[in-house]
């Protein structure tokens, strides 16, 4: 049975920083692509970054980079998302989902449950 | 903003076809995947590629495409289909970057 399962969200303060981490079972993890997709109050669905199997492709949204970075341990079947600088406009429920590449569409197939970002003073 | 645009809201009453339409210029070099969202849940992956469904969606799901527009019909629609619908694709600012379309409320009355 796939597993993905979310951690690490919470409140925090404007310019603070916060560590997403994300397990996954069930999966020959290392093979996949990995994401972070974030889906803010009542709005709909924003790619954040992706991490390619070996962690060689590395990619980021415009409104996250420089400041949030992806990486994952395939040796313990996780991925991380370390957020610095946190502003307002990132309060969203954070999902962890592996993608493949497969005639000629990014396939997001496994998705957890999410984790809630809160930031605020 | 998103580089893919959905209508907001459709409806359908039950046991009809409603098509669900995606549009973008990526679309003209890469197929979407389609993904259903109810409330409170993850998204699920219903349809990828050029008309692929995953193990264990209905076949009332099916894709197509046409130049810059993607769709996605459902074909005898069931009150359990009533969620958000988004499509992605690849950014026209940056081909290696996702983007999803702006999402699709549907109604089964």
């Known amino acids: 049975e796939v597993q993905v399962m979310e951690s690490g969200g919470g409140l925090v303060k404007p310019g603070g920083s916060l560590r997403l981490s994300c397990a996954a079972s069930?999966?020959?993890?290392?093979?996949?692509?990995m994401n972070w997709v974030r889906q803010a109050p009542g709005k709909g669905l924003e790619w954040v970054s992706s991490?390619?199997?070996?962690?060689?492709?590395?990619y980021y949204a415009d409104s996250v980079k420089g400041r949030f970075t992806i990486s994952r341990d395939n040796a313990k079947n996780s991925l991380f998302l370390h957020m610095n600088s946190l502003r307002a406009e990132d309060t969203a429920v954070y999902y962890c989902?592996?993608?493949?590449?497969?005639?000629?569409?990014?396939?997001?197939?496994?998705w957890g449950q999410g984790t809630l970002v809160t930031v605020s003073s | 903003s998103s580089d893919l645009t959905q209508d907001p809201a459709v409806s359908v009453a039950l046991g009809q076809t409603v098509r669900i339409t995606c549009q973008g210029d990526?679309?003209?070099?890469?197929?979407t995947s389609w993904y259903q969202q109810k409330p409170g849940q993850a998204p699920l992956l219903v349809i990828y590629?050029?008309?692929n469904r995953p193990s264990g969606i209905p076949d009332r799901f099916s894709g197509s495409a046409s130049g810059n527009t993607a769709s996605l019909t459902i074909t005898g629609a069931q009150a359990e289909d009533e969620a958000d619908y988004y499509c992605?694709?690849?950014?026209?600012?940056?081909?290696?970057?996702?983007?999803f379309g702006t999402g699709t409320k549907v109604t089964v009355l």
């Open positions: 989902a592996s993608s493949r590449y497969y005639d000629s569409s990014d396939n997001f197939d496994y």
């Open positions: 069930g999966f020959t993890f290392y093979t996949y692509t």
């Open positions: 991490i390619s199997s070996t962690s060689n492709y590395i």
């Open positions: 990526s679309l003209r070099n890469f197929y």
């Open positions: 590629g050029q008309n």
């Open positions: 992605n694709s690849r950014d026209t600012s940056g081909i290696h970057l996702v983007v």
